[in-house]
């Protein structure tokens, strides 16, 4: 009998011990588990889209090129020499810049009657575009661009992959044309009044960018009918490089240089408005 208790007393403990241990498992497993990520912004539904004021261009252009974040750069001893302190990270991540290229696939504006041999906004976009991404990156930000050719993506899905992104400002280059206005100059970036700190970042942007330029600047606000940039995003900004059509205005960003100093000034803008908040 007194043997029959303790195999009893000991199968007892077998049973508890792997019970503990069963439990034990269970809950590593459980925390292990990947919980899924959070559900991206839900698409707009055609009520809340802006109309497409690009209806024009070829309609087979539509599909997203499958552009991504691309890998940041190393730097190189100069950018490293004059580079401000990295970008600090929000939440355990990297500060996020969606850059957009305005227009592509030739549904810009273009300098010329020839549309062969003119100056097509499409390209002069791009091209300050990818100064600009280039810049951010070599900063420690992470960017994505709409294109990096020149292709046009339509506004819907434009606007679905930077929400997708969930960009922390979202920066979108055009160059504007002369339509009437006496003698037009210069840098302008348009912001939605409605949205607080869009005023802040537009000025902000304006006077750096502006003075890289060397010429005339300024902020824009809309309340009213605001690029879709703007009312988009929480941070969204439409930036008129110069006017296309002014020589001397489209001479201040003619080389690769000043373009340079363009997009450096605008990391200078954007990193000094979110390290403030
Ligand atoms: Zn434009």
């Known amino acids: 009998m007194h043997r029959d208790r303790k195999i009893r007393l000991a199968v007892l403990v077998s049973v508890v011990v792997l019970l503990g241990a069963a439990v034990f498992v269970y809950q590593k497993m459980d925390n292990a588990r990947v919980d899924p990520p959070p559900s991206l ?3 707009l539904t055609a009520q809340q ?3 497409d004021d690009e209806t024009t261009a ?3 252009i539509t599909a997203n090129p499958g552009v991504t974040p691309s890998a940041t750069k190393p730097l190189t001893p100069s950018e490293l020499a004059t580079a401000a302190e990295p970008t600090l990270p929000i939440g355990g991540r990297k500060w996020r810049i969606g850059i957009s290229a305005g227009h592509g696939g030739r549904t810009g504006a273009h300098i010329g009657s ?6 097509w906004e499409d390209d002069l976009n791009l091209d300050v575009a990818l100064a600009v991404n280039e810049a951010f990156q070599a ?3 992470e960017t994505l661009m709409n294109r990096t050719t020149d292709v046009w993506i339509k506004k819907d899905p434009k606007i679905a992959m930077f929400r997708a992104f969930n960009p922390d400002v979202l920066l979108e280059f ?3 044309t002369y339509e009437g206005v006496e003698n037009p100059t210069g840098l302008e970036v348009y912001y939605y009044t409605e949205r607080p700190g869009q005023k802040e970042m537009a000025e902000l942007l304006a006077a750096r960018a502006g003075a890289a330029l060397g010429g005339k600047f300024k902020a824009v606000g809309d309340a009213e009918d605001p690029f879709y940039v703007c009312t988009r995003f929480t941070i969204g900004l439409l930036v008129e490089c110069a006017y296309m059509d002014q020589k001397s205005d489209l001479q201040r960003l ?3 240089a000043e373009r340079q100093a ?5 990391v200078d803008a954007v990193a000094e408005y979110l390290n403030s908040l």
């Not at 020839?114 to 100056?119: A, M, W, Y």
């Not at 363009?262 to 605008?266: E, H, Q, S, V």
């Open 41 to 43: 912004p839900a698409a």
């Open 49 to 51: 889209m802006p109309a």
């Open 58 to 60: 070829p309609e087979t």
């Open 114 to 119: 020839d549309p062969n041999t003119g100056i």
């Open 139 to 141: 900063r420690g930000f």
């Open 174 to 176: 055009h160059f504007n």
């Open 254 to 256: 003619d080389t690769a």
């Open 262 to 266: 363009f997009a450096n000034a605008c």
